[in-house]
């Protein structure tokens, strides 16, 4: 069910990381140097986490692959992040591998590990509760992630932070954000102005600030699975929007948003550095 779809095209090389969407063209030699060498043998009875590389500020510069590992965190399933091109069966990041399974989206990754250690962040939640956070979820996914795309890769020209990412020239960059720029108006957002997505945008974050209040997580005390998506989407503005017109959104205009942020990321993320790269100055450790 992930905003945006993830596809592996060896034609055009094109890697889909987002922010929380993701379709990034990454040129042969980005290619060449994180694709897998050997097949790699990992632990059995251990959910090994796919995702193509740590984000500079935040542990990935996709929304759900931030999703899926604070899910894997919050449920504290014993787990490996393998980082590499390789792509799941669907061609899609992230995805996850167990023993012989393998289960790519991380909607269905989560349902896969629910029904595999029986986990249920859900499970003190009402039917109406229920409905309310997966209704944000698929809110935050489905449309909020697109308007933030608009912002990461066509209304910033040069997508700094995709290019030191990267490592992608002029060239490149023009390639990608033609494909970006056509998939974005295929969808729908990228038909609006920038006014008109800021609106969108601003909109829903409004929603899910009236839906938090003054609680500690989105539906309670304790997280939800909607915590995971919400945290994943909210942490590409929060450390990722850099360079763009939302840098400071949350904090200006969404202040218990950003606090939110903060707290999910000092309850599940006591290694959070070591899972960045620190502004590009640093190999990630984790």
């Known amino acids: 069910m992930n905003g945006f779809l993830c596809s592996y095209n060896l034609n055009h090389r094109l890697i889909c990381v987002a922010g929380g969407v993701t379709a990034v063209a990454v040129s042969v030699v980005i290619v060449k140097k994180l694709w897998p060498k050997k097949k790699k043998i990992y632990p059995r009875d251990t959910v090994i986490l796919h995702q193509v590389g740590r984000g500079p500020y935040a542990p990935s510069l996709s929304p759900f692959v931030v999703k899926l590992e604070t899910y894997i965190r919050i449920a504290k399933i014993p787990h490996q992040i393998a980082h590499g091109m390789t792509p799941s069966p669907k061609g899609k990041w992230p995805w996850i591998q ?3 399974e393998k289960v ?3 909607e269905l990754c989560i349902d896969f590990l629910n029904k595999k250690f029986g986990v249920d962040l859900n499970s003190r939640l009402t039917p109406y509760d229920r409905s309310v956070a997966l209704s944000v979820g698929i809110m935050m996914e489905d449309h909020a992630s697109w308007c933030h795309a608009m912002f990461r890769y066509l209304f910033d020209p040069e997508a700094t932070l995709i290019c030191k990412a990267f490592k992608i020239g002029k060239v490149m960059l023009w390639y990608y954000q033609r494909g970006i720029r056509k998939l974005l108006y295929t969808m729908g957002m990228g ?3 920038k006014e008109e997505v800021t609106f969108f945008l601003k909109r829903d974050l409004q929603a899910v600030s009236d839906i938090l209040g003054q609680k500690k997580y989105l539906m ?7 915590d995971c998506v919400v ?13 763009n017109e939302l840098e400071t959104i949350l904090t200006d205009e969404f202040p218990s948003l950003a606090a939110y942020c903060e707290r999910m990321k000092e ?15 640093t190999e990630a450790t984790k």
């Not at 309670?220 to 909607?226: M, R, Y």
């Not at 994943?232 to 929007?241: C, E, K, N, V």
């Not at 309850?267 to 100055?281: I, L």
Request: aromatic share 16%; with cysteine.
């Open 98 to 100: 167990y023993n012989e």
């Open 231 to 243: 945290f994943g989407q909210l942490s590409q503005l929060h450390w990722h929007a850099v360079g």
């Open 267 to 281: 309850a599940y993320w006591p290694d959070w550095e070591e899972c960045t790269t620190r502004g590009f100055t």
């Open 104 to 106: 790519a989206d991380s």
């Open 191 to 193: 038909r609006h102005t």
């Open 220 to 226: 309670g005390d304790s997280p939800c699975e909607a």
